[in-house]
């Protein structure tokens, strides 16, 4: 699978499918994104490459790392620098996101009252997994 930002200045290609993919809504997610809500897939570190150059880096927290395009600004990437072996992307930034499903919210603490959900997908009240946003 390949993927990239919206000005086209960076590009990625994935070697499989992820291992994990969820909703997060978490409040740092909101900001940065600028959606109600945003989507990441897992992956091993070594399956992920990047085709021109890497993402730039904003320090979120203590250890996350929130890739972006220099250029225009699109969300890429998210890392923890506690767990080097991983690497998130955002499955909207797939040249087809279709190619990827979600399959749990997190921090649902903080999704928006507005945004109404009916899917079977598990609920998390806070992070669920191996990573922390
Ligand atoms: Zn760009
Ligand atoms: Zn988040």
Known sequence: MEGGCLCGALRYRVSN????????HCRMCQKSTGAAVASWMDFK???LTW???KPS???SSEYARRGFCG?????LSFRDTRYPEYASLAI???????????TYHIYTDSQVNWLRIDDDCKR?????TNQSD
């Open 57 to 59: 880096e904003y320090h």
């Open 71 to 75: 250029q225009c600004g699109s969300t």
């Open 17 to 24: 499918a992820p291992f994990a993919a969820d909703y997060c």
């Open 51 to 53: 085709l021109n150059d």
């Open 45 to 47: 570190a070594d399956q």
């Open 92 to 102: 909207t930034s797939l040249d087809d996101p279709n190619q990827v499903s979600p």
């Open 124 to 128: 998390f009240p806070q992070g669920a």
